[in-house]
């Protein structure tokens, strides 16, 4: 998709950093446009780095290991100095002409110039990059202890920096192929609820609801990572996993909270579906819907996580819901399902234009189950805009 690059320069500069170390999956693919397979492979302690620099920020220097290398040829980013560690074998034997690619590949893929493990390749990199004495940005939650501790005691005249948070608020600004990678992604969600609320019907179960909800998701080139769905009062506890044994009945609500991805972006959306019937127990659905629109409509770019917090829970209670509380109302999301900022209370984080957040007000009774509303929503000085092409209002649905 691209990395936000003029903000990642101006956060390095705020940092007086030399250079950043990417670490995590989510920070490597965002910067160099791969998803490393080591990461997901080992996700504790694959190694994979992304290393780039102040000097020339659009160039992104690459640690991987020689088994996955070939990942690097899938970078949408301008790729520099690549360090390769472990052992591979590719065999040439000299009778096949190599396309182009093949001939990179080739050149990765030398077994004679891989290092023993990824700190030693990572040691390397840096050292080849003039970055031995400098002030380096470390991303601290992807990075295992002991790698750390070998860069240190390896590269003493450098300063390692933590980091992590900072990438995160690079990251928490979307370039416009990233607002529309979400986009996509959240409609996904919407099409197949909307199609789900088709074909329902009375004494259909939870798993069915489910196979046909995670069906529509991959038919999109999407994948179903968190389908949150349940019937009636069982979506009180709703992350536990789908039944055959529960079956919609007639005043039944169906709740969505659906959490997919879509080429590494997150979509987080919630919606409601009642079956043939909207109960008068349901009523406080109206006012979680209302107070979602209007906190939506006045949320403002330099606001804080907690006035955005205290906007919507006001925004609700003056719909009708005096009694509702809660402990969040939302958070960014992007590469991540949450994101900077979280819209809690004592939250400093600020929103900024160009961010998405998912805006939600999820409300849980026991005997009831859930009424839950969420869309994402791109913060912009001219007014915000709902990534989702339709409004949550009542859906009451009959099926087939």
Not at 116 to 139: F, P, V, Y
Not at 271 to 297: D, H, T
Not at 314 to 324: D, P, R, T
Request: proline share 4%; with cysteine; glycine share 8%.
């Amino acid at each position: 998709m691209g990395a936000n690059i003029k903000r990642l320069v101006s956060k390095m500069e705020n940092q007086s950093l030399d250079a950043i170390i990417a670490c995590t999956r989510e920070n490597i693919r965002y910067f160099a446009g791969f998803d490393p397979v080591v990461k997901i492979l080992n996700p504790y302690s694959g190694q994979c780095y992304a290393v780039i620099t102040a000097q020339h920020p659009e160039v992104v220097h690459i640690v991987h290991s020689i088994g996955e290398i070939d990942q690097v040829l899938d970078a949408t980013s301008q790729i520099g100095e690549v360090m390769t560690y472990g052992t591979f074998y590719r065999e040439d034997n000299g009778r096949s002409m190599l396309t182009e690619e093949e001939q990179l590949l080739k050149h990765y893929s030398q077994v004679k110039n891989s290092y023993k493990n990824g700190e030693e390749a990572l040691q390397s990199l840096l050292t080849k990059l003039h970055l031995h004495s400098g002030r380096i940005g470390i991303d601290e939650e992807g990075i295992n202890l002991n790698v750390k501790q070998f860069l240190v005691a390896n590269l003493p005249t450098a300063a390692f920096i933590p980091s992590s948070r900072m990438i995160k608020l690079v990251r928490a600004v979307k370039t416009s192929e990233e607002v529309a990678a979400l986009s996509y992604a959240a409609q996904c969600i919407e099409q197949a609820v909307d199609t789900v609320a088709a074909e329902i019907y009375e004494g259909i179960s939870e798993r069915e609801i489910l196979r046909i909800f995670n069906y529509l998701i991959i038919s999109k080139g999407a994948n179903p990572y968190l389908p949150m769905l349940k019937i009636g009062r069982h979506a009180v506890g709703g992350q536990r996993l789908q039944r055959e044994d529960n079956k919609l009945q007639a005043g039944d609500l169906i709740w969505f909270d659906c959490d997919i991805v879509c080429d590494g972006y997150w979509a987080d959306i919630a919606r409601v579906l009642f079956f043939k019937e909207f109960k008068p127990k349901y009523q406080k659905y109206k006012a979680l819907y209302k107070g979602q629109l209007a906190a939506i409509e006045q949320i403002k770019p330099g606001m804080s996580g907690e006035a955005v917090f205290q906007l919507t829970m006001q925004s609700v209670h003056e719909a009708g819901f005096q009694e509702y509380r809660r402990h969040h109302v939302g958070h960014g999301i992007g590469l991540e399902p949450y994101e900077l900022p979280i819209l809690a209370p004592s939250s400093e984080e600020v929103v900024e234009e160009g961010m998405v957040l998912s805006i939600e007000t999820p409300y849980y009774e026991f005997g009831l189950g859930a009424l839950h509303v969420e869309d994402p929503v791109y913060i912009q000085e001219s007014g915000n805009k709902m990534l989702t092409q339709n409004q949550a209002g009542i859906q009451v649905v009959e099926g087939k």
